[in-house]
């Protein structure tokens, strides 16, 4: 079975500050995508970010990108220059079926709720 | 997003009465996915749909039952509900034909009393 695991139950960063969230994983997978999700007081879920285990260059979307570490199984987020409109919480995700099309079951981490301090 | 309605979004009822929520697609995704989101869990799946009348369970299935007799619609149904259950649900879709990443609806809050 696949396991999420983010450990940091709640992180806190200065407003225009970096801030990185972790999360790891197992899966018996060789190829497969993983995501970061964003759950905004609003309760939408908004995709942030998502990564292909086999590219080894590391995903980034404007202010996101992940550190991905293959080996290690691990799968973290950096938030550059937050702002007041990331405060959320953060789910880490993995889906079933690897990397092929089709059904993907989604294995979420227990989340991370980041606030942003003016 | 990709045109998902859940309803209703809040839901108040007492334990042993039967809750039925809906999801609606208007993008003609072939998955659909029902999550449930808690406190220190994250969001589990409880059931998900690969198809019209196609339907199998997910991680947290027990007490819950769906159905899906039109591509548009898939149903969650609490036959008898319990405080347990007490939760906000997430309806999902998927396309399965590219790599687009799931789309979710906005939730339903449910409380039992």
């Known amino acids: 079975a696949q396991t999420v695991t983010q450990s940091q139950p709640e992180m806190s960063v200065q407003e225009a500050e970096t801030v990185t969230l972790s999360c790891t994983y197992d899966?018996?997978?060789?190829?497969?995508?993983l995501f970061w999700y964003k759950q905004p007081p609003s309760r939408q879920m908004i995709l942030v970010i998502r990564?292909?285990?086999?590219?080894?260059q590391n995903a980034t979307e404007n202010r996101f990108s992940v550190n991905f570490q293959k080996a290690a199984k691990s799968f973290s987020l950096k938030i550059s220059d937050s702002q007041l409109g990331d405060a959320a919480m953060y789910f880490c995700?993995?889906?079933?079926?690897?990397?092929?099309?089709?059904?993907?079951?989604?294995?979420f981490g227990t989340g991370t709720r980041l606030t942003i301090i003016p | 997003d990709a045109g998902i309605t859940q309803s209703p979004r809040h839901k108040v009822t007492e334990t042993g009465t039967p809750v039925t929520l809906r999801c609606h697609q208007t993008?003609?995704?072939?998955?659909m996915y029902w999550y449930r989101q808690d406190p220190g869990h994250g969001l589990r799946l409880i059931h998900y749909?690969?198809?019209?009348?196609?339907?199998d369970k997910g991680e947290v299935s027990d007490g819950y039952s769906v159905s899906r007799s039109k591509t548009e619609d898939f149903l969650l149904t609490l036959e008898s509900a319990t405080s347990s259950q007490t939760s906000v649900y997430f309806c999902?879709?998927?396309?399965?034909?590219?790599?687009?990443?799931?789309?979710f609806g906005d939730g339903t809050r449910l409380s039992i009393l």
């Open positions: 995700a993995l889906p079933s079926g690897g990397s092929n099309f089709g059904n993907e079951k989604l294995t």
């Open positions: 899966t018996s997978e060789s190829d497969y995508y």
């Open positions: 990564q292909e285990a086999y590219k080894q």
């Open positions: 993008e003609n995704h072939r998955y």
């Open positions: 749909s690969y198809g019209v009348k196609d339907t």
């Open positions: 999902a879709t998927l396309d399965g034909n590219s790599n687009q990443p799931q789309h």
